[in-house]
């Protein structure tokens, strides 16, 4: 395969498993239907040739068949076929901002799920207010995950309740629940009520935040991408704990989020250098996670809602007081590839 700087050259055995004949593959399913994973490692080809734009090629296991050339190259190619994500501070010129009723078409919709998948958050208007309406709006966008806290969860002012999301002090950019496994991939926050002068909410992007630390301190970075931290939450009925880095990585290396939430993480004893080096570059992704020049910070009032990526977009609040009045949220999970899977399903579409 030629591209228009270097030569690449196809193995037999890539070839081979990429065959799309009926005895290989199932014609409705696209999977297949033989075990690459079988075939012999001193697989060779015995001929190849063009014909009608298509390439016919024959194994030294006895299989012979066609290949399209263009299947071949997209297949030469690690991509999930989505946008690229585009990291953000608070000078963000335009807001990925819709109307529920207006996604409700597909065609906004798709163009809403994009800006989802390059920024990792959307901000909603005028859904509605109903008990369960969250319920309905997030089956918009993907599965809803149900978690210990329900198909989804009322955020008010309670005293000794067992979050501090349910009190009405101030909550710094964190990630949810860090203690499962996986993380909730996706989080949608409605506003039902707001009454009071404060709680305003806040979210930034992580991707951006890591981004200068790796800069600053590529060392610092790779200690958080690396070593594991410990996350725990427990209550009466609930005790969840997980182990994971800091920072996430992709199978390909590339920071995809963080689990981020002074709240309830423990590093894991190390030396007294190791220590004070992980805490360094520790401090430093928190200090800049509160640096107004990386957070949007805004009010949700009654109908308006807040979509991002768990993982990648930290969220916050401002504290506020339940003197003045109500204020109360509902929220929901959703898995973290259900936006993704419509994103691709409409995109044959509109794309």
């Known amino acids: 395969m030629r591209d228009s700087t270097h030569e690449t050259e196809l193995p037999a055995l890539w070839l081979r498993a990429r065959s799309p004949d009926p005895s290989q593959r199932d014609a409705v399913t696209g999977q297949r239907l033989m075990n690459p994973h079988l075939l012999p490692d001193d697989l060779y080809l015995l001929g190849a040739r063009f014909e009608k734009d298509m390439l016919h ?15 071949l190259l997209r297949g030469s190619v690690l991509s999930t076929g989505l946008p690229a994500t585009r990291a953000w501070r608070s000078d963000l010129q335009r807001k990925p901002l819709y109307v529920w009723a207006d996604l409700q078409n597909d065609e906004v919709l798709y163009q809403a799920l994009k800006d989802f998948i390059e920024l990792g958050f959307l901000l909603v208007n005028e859904t509605p207010t109903q008990a369960d309406s969250i319920l309905h709006i997030a089956e918009r966008f993907g599965i809803v995950r149900t978690t210990n806290f329900g198909d989804f969860f009322e955020v008010y002012s309670r005293p000794e309740s067992n979050d501090l999301a349910y009190r009405p002090v101030a909550l710094g950019p964190h990630t949810d629940n860090p203690y499962r496994t996986p993380v909730p991939g996706i989080q949608i926050l409605q506003c039902l009520q707001n009454e009071t002068s404060g709680g305003f909410s806040t979210l ?4 951006a935040v890591a981004e200068q630390v790796r800069l600053e301190d590529p060392e610092g970075f790779a200690l958080l991408s690396r070593i594991p931290v410990r996350f725990e939450y427990r209550d009466a009925t609930t005790h969840l704990v997980s182990v994971k880095p800091m920072v996430e990585l992709d199978g390909e290396g590339h920071m995809t989020g963080v689990h981020y939430s002074p709240r309830l993480d423990d590093i894991p004893l190390m030396s007294q250098e190791d220590t004070v080096r992980y805490h360094r570059a520790r401090k430093r992704l928190g200090t800049l996670f509160e640096d107004p020049q990386y ?5 949700l009032n009654a109908g308006e809602m807040m979509m991002f990526d768990n993982n990648r977009v930290l969220h916050g609040r401002t504290s506020f007081n ?12 959703v898995d973290r590839d259900g936006p993704r899977s419509h994103y691709l399903v409409l995109q044959r579409k509109f794309g």
Do not use: I
């Open 57 to 71: 090629l024959a194994f030294s296991d006895g299989f012979a068949g066609s290949f399209d050339p263009q299947e």
């Open 204 to 207: 930034v992007d992580s991707l």
């Open 322 to 333: 339940p003197a003045e009045g109500h204020r109360q949220l509902q929220g929901c999970y």
């Open 295 to 299: 957070e949007l910070r805004f009010r």
